[in-house]
């Protein structure tokens, strides 16, 4: 996060306002579904193309705990959102996705867990970045 998300974080975090995690999927990245040799069509096959292999360490974060809990990574991705305090709005395609994503309720991802997911996305060599895909 920049410096600026951080100052608005800080200040809806005194204010007690729960900030909206858009795209907490990273637009499908943190879904497990792509890899270097299956990407979506389009123009976000040339982002994917580029951010997917920095993100490997905080997918296979993600798979181990996922592998572990019983649950996918989307569960896994959707939960740490709401363990971080956020309101997480992942978009989803189809009535499975929806059903999918209703198990990331219900459940807390452990302390420990929560600094492996912290430590994995912070020594992640690859960030994520603006979605371009959001209009304004």
């Known amino acids: 996060m920049g410096e600026d998300q951080m100052e608005i974080r800080s200040i809806c ?58 649950k996918t990574l989307p569960q896994v991705a959707i939960n740490w959102c709401i363990c971080k305090g956020t309101v997480p709005i992942p978009g989803v395609k189809t009535v499975k996705q929806a059903e999918e994503n209703l198990g990331a309720l219900g459940w807390r991802l452990s302390s420990d867990e929560l600094l492996q ?15 371009i895909f959001q209009t304004r």
Request: hydrophobic letters at 40%.
């Open 13 to 70: 975090n005194s204010l007690g306002i729960r900030l909206i995690a858009y795209s907490p999927l990273g637009l499908g990245m943190l879904t497990g579904k792509y890899t270097s040799s299956s990407l979506p069509l389009g123009l976000r096959a040339l982002l994917f193309r580029k951010i997917l292999p920095g993100l490997e360490p905080l997918l296979s974060s993600l798979r181990e705990i996922a592998q572990k809990r019983r």
């Open 117 to 131: 997911l912290e430590y994995t996305a912070s020594e992640s060599p690859q960030k994520m970045i603006q979605n």
